[in-house]
């Protein structure tokens, strides 16, 4: 390659993958709460075209064309979304708003690019691995808003309902280390986000009521199980597992034994 040709390459904005500057400002790409692009912490606008293709590809990474084009453009054919692709990465291009790089056919994120989702991923593939959750709070916070609201391509409900998901079983294994450690105020601040996320899941219902005995807390435990109960008659017609009622059932045996 001549010199003139890597000069034109590296001023491209999509390009191989290169050394991050410590003098160039980071780039971060928000999703979590609504679209924002920071240039060393100041805003900067993308048009909301441009919006959707830098989304996906932070959220697809290592999409191939043919991938990203048919999940942008699903209504047209594979040729016409394949040259609406082509139109976006020009333009990102001519003003790199948010740095990619290509290798072959999949297009991806420049390194210099911190995106706010592949932080909750991180954290969850490392308790995953049987990690401490309790230095997560940080991230669990950051996260407790949805991915893109407002949005409703069907890829974005995809990769939304799965954060959610993520998000709230790591509020769950937080609440245990916590309870495990007998953290209990801690324990029950994570099972109680995780409720107000979902109020039907059993979960952090169950967690709460075991917190709630691990404290001695036996009148708390048979609140939290009642008022769990109530909703799931309520809502769904359903009682709840056999596993929480019997949390229930050793609180209540002392009771219900013959005198």
């Known amino acids: ?40 912490g100041r805003a900067v606008v993308a048009p909301r075209g441009l919006q959707r293709s830098i989304a996906l590809i932070g959220l697809r990474p290592g999409a191939t064309r043919a991938q990203l084009a048919g999940l942008l453009w699903p209504e047209v054919s594979e040729e016409r979304a394949l040259s609406s692709l082509r139109t976006a990465l020009w333009r990102l291009r001519r003003d ?38 309790r230095p997560a709070a940080a991230v669990l916070a950051a996260a407790r808003h949805d991915l893109l609201p407002g949005w409703y391509d069907d890829w974005v409900l995809v990769e939304r309902e799965r954060l959610r998901q993520l998000r709230l079983h790591l ?45 001695g807390n036996a009148y708390e435990a048979l609140h939290a199980f009642s008022g769990y109960r109530d909703l799931l008659l309520r809502e769904l017609q359903l009682e709840p597992s056999a596993a929480m009622c019997a949390l229930i ?8 034994a013959p005198a």
């Not at 890597?6 to 928000?30: A, M």
């Not at 790199?96 to 593939?125: K, Q």
């Not at 953290?183 to 952090?204: F, I, K, S, V, Y």
């Open 249 to 256: 059932n050793d609180v209540l045996a002392p009771i219900h």
């Open 96 to 133: 790199p708003l948010c740095p990619m790089i290509t290798a072959g056919d999949t297009v991806c994120l420049h390194p210099m690019v911190d995106l706010d989702v592949d932080e909750l991923t991180r954290v969850a593939a490392r308790v995953s691995q049987g990690g401490d959750p």
């Open 171 to 215: 509020l769950d294994e937080l609440a245990r280390a916590h309870l495990r450690a007998g953290e209990h105020g801690e324990a029950l601040q994570a099972a109680l986000e995780a409720m107000a996320a979902d109020p039907l899941r059993e979960t952090p219902h169950r967690l709460v009521v075991e917190t709630h005995l691990a404290e």
């Open 1 to 40: 390659m001549t010199s003139e040709e890597s000069t034109r390459l590296s001023t491209t904005g999509i390009t191989g993958p290169e050394p991050v500057s410590d003098i160039e400002p980071r780039v971060r790409l928000l999703l979590l709460g609504g679209f924002r692009l920071l240039h060393g």
